[in-house]
Each structure stands twice: as C-alpha cells, then as structure tokens.
C-alpha cells in the first residue's frame, strides 16, 4: 500500500479540537485491517535493522503503534505519558511518579505486586507471565481473586506482612502437595489449586538454608560482598590477566548468598547451576530445571559437605544412633524419621562406619574440605560417617523442596 493511499485513509477534521487546528482522526485507518498492517510495516521497516532493545511509545497514539512495533522485532515498548497526566497534586519529579505509581486511579501497581508475592509461595503466578501484563502475556487463571487481592492489599495500607500471613493461613496454601492420578488428568500444572504448592528451592535458598540448619550462617547484615567457595581456577578460565580467585576467611563465608561476590562472566557455580539469575537484566520470574550436576553439586560442594560436617558434628553429642536420626530429621526436614527412612539411615551409616574405621586416612581426606577445623582427639571415622548421612538427608528432594 503506498503512502499516499494510507494517508487516504486518515480522516481530516478541520477546527477541531479548536478553530486553526487540522486534526488528523486515524480510527479509520485503525478499523481498516489492511492499512493499519501496512502503517505498522511503514514504520516498522526503516529501523528493523538498527536492532533496537525497546521501543518507546509516547501517550497516546504511540501507545497504539508502538506495542505491536515492539511485538513485531521482539523487543520490550516503555510507555511514556505526556506531561500534565500525572496526579494534578503530585509535582514533576520522581515523587510525583511515585504518587502516580500507587494512585487509586492506577491499579496494575497493587495487581503486579500481589502476583508476585503469590508466585514467591505458590511457584507461578495467577497470570503466569508475572513479568507482562500487557497483552502479550497470559491472562489470569483466577481473575476475581487477583482483582480482590489487589483491593485488599491497597486497602490495608500496602501492608506486605499482613498479606503474606493472609496467604500462608488459607486453606488454599495449606493443603497437602500430594497428587493423584485424577488431579493430574484435570489439573496437571495445579492452575486450578487443586493441591497445594511444590518446587524446588531458588538457588540462594538452598545455600542459605543448609548454611541455617548446620548453625553455620552469619546473622550479620549488610557489608561489602563475601566471596564464598568456589572451584579452583574459576575466574582464570574466562579471561586473561584476571585476578586468581580466593574464597574469604572466616565468618565472610557463612554470610546469606545476599553479599555474594558476582563476576558477570563466572557467576557463583552452585548458584549458576540452580538457575539464579546473571543479574545482567531484571528477573521476575526464573526458570527451574532439573539437572545430574545439582545433585552433585549438593553432595560435592564445599559450602555443602561443610555444612554436613557440622550437622554431623552437632549430632555426635546426643546420645545413640537412634536418637541422632530422628535429631537429623527434625533439624532438616522438620518431622521424625518412619521407621523405614531411620532403618535405611541406619544401614548407611553402618556401611560408611564400617568403611571409614578400616580406612581412617580416607575419613581425614574426605573431611579434610573446606576450613572447618576439628576438636582435638575428635574420632574423624564416626564424623565422616554421619557426615555422609548428614550429606545424604541435606540432598533429599524433601530437604530442597518448597511444599
């Protein structure tokens, strides 16, 4: 379609809105499937190969071209609103955005906000592109109870740990995550809430949470980064002349993965491998896989056999075997051990005593990780020992789950 056959169909009103002023209505064009397909290929074509990273649409009619502009090249649209839209008490400066932000008037702020904090206990969403809500995202799966929850949180002042408590109280959160054939038929993502929430921890969760239960992590706040475990050489491999890495002594390395030290290009490798984010970019929602490295990186990584080490070491200052099982779960899992879980703890543990008290150089080697140092005259057989049943539980799907 040529331009000037476009331009054919803008309609032309002339002294409208006031005398003097021509106004060019292109709802005609809009209505005309063809031409606005074209219009849109017009200005589409001239900067397709700038490979821009968003596009910007200016209030209004920017906000009508510029979405499917964006769409078209596979790039992000920011919308901007013209001078004069925002609250007419609010001033022209940031905190007059944030005025606007959280106005009454403007509701997608408190819809965003509580689906995120749903998908934080939930795993996904009620929309399930929590990142977009414009018209390239999905639509919500309860689209009542979004709308209530946005209500109630701005009406109760915005009120993050009332909102929480509200979720983690309902009978939806609380329902048990066991399936059964008839679920999964009608209900195989759980979209309906038909059982209650399971997925795997976020990779900083997983670090901190073995840290907590062995009595290892830092409660110091704030700081500079800490550099934690790390495999040798880990920064040489991705430059030349880069600085050999070197974990942190002490406390520094028992600090929640908050203060972790990041390189863009050699992130932490246990946190890398459990999807955290590069940080390059802003992420709302990650991806969860499931891979043979994480299972080994929970059973062979430093922070990780550390942490056993100190659970086992705890554990050998109760009584017997028994009782050290059931402390073992309560401390991880939150819940006594069956009687199938404890005898099968117990079978291990004899296998690995029985192993490490006929090699006592191969129990000294395998502790020999990290900086934990050892009580003197410490029998480093039986710590080896529960260190492997402490490794073991610290790796159950149970132990890395949220449900």
């Not at 499937?33 to 589409?44: C, K, N």
């Not at 209004?60 to 979405?67: E, L, V």
């Not at 048990?176 to 993502?189: G, M, P, S, Y």
């Not at 984010?277 to 550390?306: H, I």
Request: net charge positive.
């Amino acid at each position: 379609m040529t331009p000037e056959q476009l331009s054919s169909k803008i309609r032309t009103i002339p002294d409208f809105p006031k005398k003097g002023i021509v106004f060019r209505d292109i709802t005609t064009l809009l209505q005309d499937g063809e031409a606005f397909a074209a219009a849109l290929e017009a200005m589409t074509a001239p900067i397709r190969g700038l490979k821009p990273d968003v596009i910007i649409g200016i209030e209004s009619r920017g906000f009508i071209f510029g979405a499917p502009i964006a769409a078209t090249l596979g790039v992000g649209f920011v919308p901007v609103r013209k001078l004069g839209k925002l609250p007419a008490d609010a001033p022209r400066n940031r905190l007059g955005l944030a005025k606007w932000i959280i106005s009454d008037a403007n509701p997608l702020t408190t819809r965003v906000t509580v689906n995120r904090m749903w998908q934080e206990l939930f795993g996904t969403g009620l929309v399930k592109t929590s990142e977009d809500f414009g018209i390239m995202g999905s639509l919500p799966s309860h689209p009542e109870l979004l709308d209530w929850l946005a209500i109630d949180f701005r009406t109760h002042g915005w009120d993050v740990k009332r909102f929480y408590k509200q979720l983690l109280t309902s009978a939806t959160y609380r329902q048990a995550a066991l399936t059964t054939k008839e679920k999964v038929e009608k209900d195989r993502d759980n979209a309906l809430l038909s059982r209650g929430p399971r997925f795997r921890m976020d990779a900083e969760m997983l670090r901190d949470q073995a840290l907590a239960v062995s009595g290892t992590l830092s409660p110091r706040m704030g700081g500079p980064g800490t550099k934690p475990y790390q495999p040798e050489n880990i920064w040489e491999v991705v430059g030349v002349g880069i600085q050999a890495y070197r974990p942190d002594k002490g406390e520094n390395l028992y600090r929640r993965s908050l203060y972790n030290y990041w390189r863009r290009m050699a992130p932490p490798a246990s946190l890398d491998l459990f999807n955290a984010p590069s940080r390059e970019v802003s992420c709302v929602r990650r991806d969860r896989t499931n891979t043979p490295l994480q299972a080994l990186t929970l059973q062979n990584d430093a922070t990780y056999l550390e942490s056993s080490q100190a659970i086992a070491a705890e554990l050998l200052r109760e009584g017997g075997d028994a009782t050290r099982i059931q402390s073992l779960f309560r401390r991880v899992l939150s819940r006594e051990a069956n009687d199938q879980e404890a005898a099968l703890l117990g079978r291990t543990l004899m296998k690995a005593r029985a192993h490490y008290r006929a090699q006592p150089a191969a129990a000294a080697q395998f502790l020999r990780v990290g900086q934990r140092v050892h009580a003197d005259g410490a029998d480093l057989s039986e710590l080896a020992a529960w260190t492997v049943v402490a490794s073991l539980t610290l790796n159950l799907d149970e132990a890395i789950t949220h449900e």
